[in-house]
């Protein structure tokens, strides 16, 4: 996925898209570039790479005016990462400029009926094509003899004063050609778009459309903005309208009118950020990683606030939207999610289980679509997304929407598309997480699935006395992970010294596998060394021939029913040499030789994954820090895959 970004009003647009840029940066760092509109002429500056070694460096030696921009970090699709496949990119004539956040899927027909009309293109990439096909459009319409219907006239949406001065440009019809040629462009598109044009004809005007892609539309005062997402414009205004699929909004420094191809009447409305700029900085960690990891005492805190019934020894929810009778109907739960959410699926399926009796099947949300799996009238499909705009993981929600199951999610990212078009869910309120690798949002994904599955216990057959005991565990948490936390400095020694070998096995059972998973993830996502995870007992059945003094074991041995079984297999590892480090329970006595042993505090079963989970985020954090690798941006990932 990319980040795209635009600014009209009366200040200098350069700076406010940048810094727009740098806080979407996480979102893709392939490349990056900027179009802005000076006195009739478009100026385009763009480069591969980082922003601080590319577009920000060229802005410096290349500086740009303008009060009219549009820009872009780019997550590579279509085109490998170069100088020419960087957006914004322009049409024929080089009057239009176009940045997009999606795939065009029949890019290539729509380049051949183009090039058939003497177009000539300078990239690999399917967004050129598109900047092409609404440039052809613009000049069609732009002398009124425009292609085939005209598309309705854009109804009053926000009642920002829709009535006034317009500087649009516009036909004799009062339309705008330039809206009027985007809608074109994309009734003939087939894919995913978030996109923002300008035109040099439009000084006042970007356009920008929405559909499968998020985009978001911030209002100012007398200055107007878009972008992928809020942390981009949080800094200038917390007055936001989220877009919906197919929606055509035309921008200018007064106003936004919004239409919808498919529909009459586009269905928005203003909606107030729940956070501040600042949230969204660094502060004094040297990366967000770390930033986010510490903050995890105060996330797990507030995503317990306010959700505890004591009196009913339950947990409850403002936004499930489901009576005590539907959720004592619910016969099956389906998690769907991709990632670390994938992960939390599986602690989530062990606690909804235990706790609430109901069976639960954990698919990864790609594959949802396409098992064809026969499922229960009364299933409910339950999605897990920090970001909620992954392609994979809408697709899964859509689908069980489509075939008429009711659909929940536990979602981070407010006003999200899966937030929106969920039938109810839980907010994670973990704030913005802006690191690739995922950290504060998956102990807070296993907190409110904890909740979850209490609240659906405790309309079953769970006791008062198990959901007190759960409460009261509830409490202890933010203070046990501060201190794991304060066992950094060993944990990263251990990390230094033996996290940097070519692969590494991470190992658990039941509740602990799914934490296993977790760490072996965020070891190859920071650091780029091969780590895989296992069942513990699985060991013996293959795995175990890979066990030799260079590949080192991460041990999950939380003291449960299960302690001897585990230590049993620890022995068998360390029988083969293999190195062992142990991240266990106070009290628990490993086998004599292992390298390093990790306590820490122990909790309720249910919820000693999270806890488990910290040392392994320091351990990949370190590990990546020591071999010098940019932690909060690692390598070909991307915050959320917004294409699936
Ligand atoms: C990937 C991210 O793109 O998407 C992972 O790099 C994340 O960190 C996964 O776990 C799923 O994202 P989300 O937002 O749906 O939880």
Known sequence: MCGIIGFVGKKSASPILLEGLR?????????????LLHEGSLLVRKKKGKINDGLARLLKSEPVKGSLGIGHTRWATHGA????????????????????????????????????????????????????????????RRTKNGWGEHPREPKASDGSGLSGASPHQTNGNGENPLTLAVCDALREVIGTYGLA??????????????????????????????????????????????????????????????LNLGTDTANVQISKLEFDAEDAQRGKHAHFMLKEIYEQPQTIANAVRG????????????????????????????????????????????????????????????????????????????????????????????????????????????????????????????????????????TCTLLCTALLALNLGRVRDLSAADGKRLIAALGRIPDQIRQVLAERERIRQVAVKYMQR???????????????????????????????????????????????????????????????????????????????????????????????????????????PILLTIPLQLLAYHASVALGHDVDKPRNLAKSVTVE
Request: charged fraction near 20%.
């Open 197 to 258: 044009v300008i035109c040099a004809e439009q000084p006042n005007t970007i356009v920008t459309a929405r559909r499968g892609s998020p985009l978001i539309i911030g209002i100012g005062n007398g200055e107007n903005f878009i972008a992928s997402d809020a942390n981009a414009i949080v800094a200038h205004t917390k007055k936001v309208v989220y877009l919906n699929d197919y929606d055509v909004a035309t921008i200018t420094p007064e106003r936004f009118d919004v």
């Open 307 to 442: 959700r505890l019934d004591f009196e009913g020894a339950t947990a409850r929810f403002g936004g499930l939207n489901m009576s005590i009778a539907e959720l004592r109907g619910i016969e099956r739960i389906v998690i769907a999610a991709s990632g670390t959410s994938w992960h939390a699926a599986l602690v989530g399926e062990y606690l909804i289980e235990e706790l609430a009796q109901i069976p639960v099947e954990v698919e990864f949300a790609h594959e949802f679509c396409y098992r064809h799996a026969p499922l229960e009238r009364d299933t409910v499909l339950l999605v897990l997304s920090q970001s909620g705009e992954t392609a994979d993981t809408l697709a899964a929600l859509r689908e069980a929407k489509r075939r008429g199951h009711r659909t929940l999610a536990i979602v981070n990212v407010v006003g999200s598309t899966i937030a929106r078009e969920s039938d109810g869910g839980i907010y994670m309120h973990a704030g913005p997480e802006v690191a690739v690798a995922s950290t504060k949002a998956f």
């Open 81 to 140: 990462p170069s100088d020419k496949n960087s957006h914004p990119h322009l049409d024929q004539s080089g009057k239009i400029s176009v940045v997009h956040n999606g795939v065009i899927e029949n890019y290539d027909s729509i380049k051949q009926k183009l090039l058939n009309n003497g177009h000539v293109f300078k990239s690999d990439t399917d967004t050129e094509i598109l900047a092409h096909l609404i440039g052809e459009y613009y000049e069609k």
């Open 502 to 608: 070519s692969s590494a096995f991470f190992i658990g059972r039941t509740h602990a596998y799914p934490v296993a998973l977790e760490g072996a993830q965020k070891l190859k996502e920071i650091s780029y060394r091969h780590a895989e995870a296992y069942q513990t007992s699985e060991l013996k059945h293959g795995p175990l021939a890979l066990i030799s003094p260079d590949v080192p074991t991460v041990a999950i041995v939380p003291n449960d029913e299960l302690l001897d079984r585990n230590i049993g297999a620890l022995h068998e590892i360390a029988a083969r040499s293999g190195p062992l480090y142990v991240v266990t329970h106070p009290g628990v006595q490993v086998p004599d030789g292992a390298a390093a042993v990790i306590v820490v505090p122990k909790n309720e079963p249910e919820l000693d």
């Open 23 to 35: 806080r979407l940066e996480y979102r893709g760092y392939d490349s990056a570039g900027v179009a």
